[in-house]
Structure formats: structure tokens, C-alpha cells
């Protein structure tokens, strides 16, 4: 069960609601599912017959790709969904689309909506499971629960870690499920960004979250640099131009001597280089950015799993 008393099988909805043990259970199973060196990923069939739909009413490459070979990994079948092909392009309502997509019996809807609070809305009235692949600007959990598991491949805790999260915080649904994540297991969490991006508010969202404007505060003694994009679709004002941002706000080769010796480097994606990093920092053995996409699939299986088969996981426990 989560905290808000939600049954496990009604979905994925945000971070925030999720116990630590529950997070836990699901980034120990990742840990399972997470490929030998360069080898292959598990096959399981244990979602063999089901059907999951991928529905994507915002762009994506890592999420919509790596849920849908996490959900082959497992047996599944799977249907993607662009917005711009659905029926929505014709004017039918989100609920409606929904209702059709469950009229064809699916037995989950991964989702990805740019208003905040979409899959929980519609969570209270669909009779399925609904994952929230991110949306607007409220949370996305799967990647989270991935960005948890790539620190864990690096260090043995998240506890009393110190991380920066640096960039676009207003508008990151990314930087709130982080945030969430990590304070639940006692990390400190760092705020950087220009004061235009950066609402005081996140102070509060929740306990070992400091704010800075100051990029080189925020990296020193950082264990962990966690960049953001600048997610230009969702600013209604004039954005920093590009080359002012990065004098600013951009991480480059000299910020990580602030840093802890062994500091990783962690991006969600899609990466602009030279406005968010640099392609030097992009590329360099402190980069794990390549890591978070590849654990993406082990995370989402994981995830599937637990939602469609809890079963399975509960007897590997
Ligand atoms: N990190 C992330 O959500 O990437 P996509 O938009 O490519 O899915």
C-alpha cells in the first residue's frame, strides 16, 4: 500500500505519496533486472498476456522508448500512442480517449501529459492501472526511481549525500520527484538557479532542501551534480539567452574541482550542450548520464512488475 492508501495495483503516480520501503523494494528488483556488463537485459515472461499502452501526449525518447522494451523484456504486448496521431488532434477530450483506450481492455496506461495532475485525475476514474510517465510540471517518479538506482550503482547510500539539482527548478517536474526521493532518505538536497527559475517556495516541499543562486555554492562538496534543462515550452516570459545562462548557470570542467574527487554528473535529458553543460563536462568519466538512460529499462521493469504481477516480486523478496 502507499501512504495515501492507494492499492499498489492502482498505478505509479508521483513520488511523493510512495513509503521509502516500497521505494526501496522497487530499486533493489532494478538492481535485479540491470544488465551483466555489456550483456543483454533479463527476459521474463511474467507479464506474458498482458497489454500495456504507452500514450505520449508530450515528446519523449528515453521514457516512451525504455518503457516499452522494459514492458517486452517482461512478455508484454505493448501500443504507443503519439497525441498527434489520437483522436485528441479531432477535439475528443482527454476522458473520452481514456474510456476508449479502456473499452479495448488494456491492463495499463503509461502516460504523459503536459498538465499537472492529469493521470491522478484520471486515476480516480478508470478502472486500471495508470503510470505517470511525467506530467506538466508536478512529478515524474520512473525517473526518480532511475536516478536513485544510478547514484546506488556509485555509492553504497543516499543518506547524508549531498546533491545539487541546478537549473530550470520552477518548471521541473524531475527536481520534484528528486526532491521527494532523496529526502526521504535523509540526502541533502541543494537548489540552484537563476532567481527567475528558482520559487522560494521549494524550500518547503520538503526536509534537507536548501536554495542558492550561486552555481559554485552549490557544487562544493557536492557528491552528486544533477543538471536540468531549460525547459523553454513552459516559460511564458522572455528566456535568459542562451550564452548568458551558460556564463551563469552552465557546468563546466572547473566546477567539478569543487566538488568531492569522485562527484558524478547526472542529466535527465535531452542535454543542450552549451546551454546546461558543457561538451566537455557532457563526455567526461564523471558523466553518467548514459548510465541513467540504460537503467531506465530496469527501473520501468521493475516498476511493471510491480504493478501488474506483484506476486512475483513479493516471492523473489
Ligand atoms: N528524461 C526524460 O523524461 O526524457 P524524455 O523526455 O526523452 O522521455
Redesign the pocket.
Known sequence: MTRNGAAKSAGLLDIESLDRTEIEAILERAHYFQPMESGPFRRQDTLKGKMIVNLFFE??????VSFEIAAKRLGADTVSIAAQQSSVSKGESLVDTLNTLVAMRPNAIVMRHAASGAPRFLARYLPIPIINA?DGTHE?PT?ALLDARTILDQRPTLEGLRVAIIGDIAHSR?ARSNVHLLSKFGAEIVLCGPPSLLPREFEHLARGVRLTYEMTEAIRKADVIMMLRVQLERQHEAPIPAGEYFAFYGLRLEHLELAKPDVIVMH???INRGRELSSEVADSQRSVILNQVENGIAVRMAVLERILAPETMETAA
Open positions: 515528446a519523449s525518447t528515453r521514457t516512451r511525467g515524474h525517473q524531475v535527465p535529458g535531452p
